[in-house]
């Protein structure tokens, strides 16, 4: 790539940064503060998100707009990446499971911050081009599986962290489960046209409590029959 052109996706991507702290304002009241983690702004002002996009697709890139990825599937906007991840809390020894790889943009976030993300992806296509393109970026401690993510993955469960980027009617409560105590998991909730995005918290004695934060727009979750 050109270093002009490599130029014009850094300037881009500091405005796009510079985006999301405005917005972070917006959602004050629902987060308890005004400006989102020193960590999770890093990582989005590092982690190129025009490589998590369709090639034709790479010069809106860094838009404030959910953008498609092939399969019926988008990648979501840049703010609400940046919440998500905000409301998760992650700390450097978190294992964090990710329910909806896509093309793996959410999950090099994750790895930026996490000790190890594991991310679980339903369509095939999707979760081999995002290992692809995740390697390719040298991004590490990511483990991948296909396979339907409101299962989580029992094998390296518990988690301390989970995040799912495609809506359930309702919190799969295997999802639950495999949350630690203590934990946090934040999942938008609900039918088309009425999603709303929860960060759920379990307490040490396994308690459950849950927070609407904003009105939000995902695809369904889907499961496997």
Not at 51 to 56: C, H, L, N, Q, S
Not at 123 to 137: M, V
Not at 181 to 204: A, D, F, I, S, Y
Request: glycine share 8%; charged share 25%.
């Amino acid at each position: 790539m050109p270093k002009s052109e490599e130029l014009d996706f850094t300037v881009l991507r500091a405005e796009m940064v510079e985006v999301i702290a405005m917005q972070a304002r917006y959602v004050a009241a629902a987060i308890g503060k005004d400006r989102f983690d020193d960590r999770v702004m890093a990582a989005m002002g590092r982690i190129p998100r025009h490589d998590f996009v369709p090639a034709a697709l790479r010069e809106l890139a860094y838009l404030n707009v959910p953008l498609p990825i092939g399969c019926g599937k988008t990648i979501s906007q840049p703010f609400i990446v940046a919440l998500m991840t905000e409301l998760l809390e992650i700390d450097g020894t978190d294992t964090v499971l990710e329910v909806g790889t896509g093309l793996g943009y959410q999950a090099a976030i994750l790895s930026e911050m996490a000790n190890r993300v594991y991310t679980v992806e339903i369509i095939e296509e999707l979760a081999h081009e995002a290992r692809r393109r995740l390697d390719r970026l040298g991004c590490r401690h990511i483990d991948f599986k296909i396979g339907d993510g409101s299962r989580g993955w029992l094998e390296h469960a518990p988690f301390d962290k989970i995040i799912v980027a495609a809506a359930p009617e309702v919190i799969p409560p295997t999802l639950i489960a495999q949350l630690k105590p203590g934990g946090r998991m934040v999942v938008p909730v609900g039918p088309e046209n009425e999603q709303h995005l929860h960060l759920l918290t379990k307490g040490r004695d396994d308690r459950i409590q849950t927070k609407a934060v904003l009105q939000v727009s995902f695809a369904p979750l889907v499961l496997s029959h």
